[in-house]
């Protein structure tokens, strides 16, 4: 990758030698690597076991969790928002795996409704909840910098299964507690 990002200096027209430059091949690389380590993570080591039996079968909801993902198209940033809900079925999640799960599905390159999905169906096969929803509000800085320039654009995504998908009074309990201050 450090090899590619020095071909990519030269075909910027810049001198890849030059004192500030020399080391930004390597950084890159690094920099790359980290934007989207999601790739070297499974569900089964982030959730490291925190799955609790527990008599609770109320909606569980942990909102606006940060996210920074890669567009697959431009490879340039997209991020913004996370709000996860779910409905147990005798089993709870440690609240943090839920951000961690953002972050395995996040940190790779992507488009925004494939992430909104992936996140969905891992909370699925975590708990085997009665129902899982996720909104994922996002801004592409392919939209924001470059192609149609729209800075003020946000694309929200969502994804419902189960009794989300089937129930309109939880989908909207759950969409009231996400979009409540
Ligand atoms: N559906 C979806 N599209 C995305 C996402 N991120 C970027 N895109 C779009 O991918 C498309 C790629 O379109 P192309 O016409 O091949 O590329 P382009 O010429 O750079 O397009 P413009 O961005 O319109 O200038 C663009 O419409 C982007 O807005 C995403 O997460 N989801
Ligand atoms: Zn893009």
Redesign the pocket.
């Given at each position: 990758m450090a090899r590619s990002y020095r071909l990519l200096l030269g075909g910027l027209g810049e001198n890849p030698d030059r004192q500030g430059l020399i080391k930004t091949p390597e950084r890159a690389a690094k920099a790359m690597l980290y934007f989207t380590k999601g790739y070297d993570q499974s569900l089964e080591d982030v959730l490291n076991g925190a799955v609790f039996d527990e008599d609770h079968d109320e909606m569980v909801v942990v909102k606006d969790i940060e996210m920074f993902s890669m567009?697959e198209?431009?490879l340039v940033p997209?991020y913004g928002k996370v709000s996860i809900g779910y409905l147990p079925c005798n089993k709870i999640l440690g609240l943090s795996k839920l951000a961690r799960i953002v972050e395995i599905f996040s940190r790779r390159l992507?488009?925004?409704?494939r992430l909104t999905k992936q996140i969905a169906v891992a909370v699925t096969q975590a708990v085997q909840p009665a129902g899982v929803a996720v909104v994922v509000e996002g801004v592409?800085m392919?939209?924001v910098m470059r192609?149609?320039q729209k800075i003020n654009s946000k694309?929200v995504t969502s994804t419902m299964l189960g009794v989300f998908r089937d129930d309109p009074k939880t989908r909207e309990e759950f969409l009231n507690l996400v979009n409540s201050k």
């Open positions: 567009c198209h431009h997209f992507q488009v925004q409704e592409h392919c939209m192609g149609v694309t």
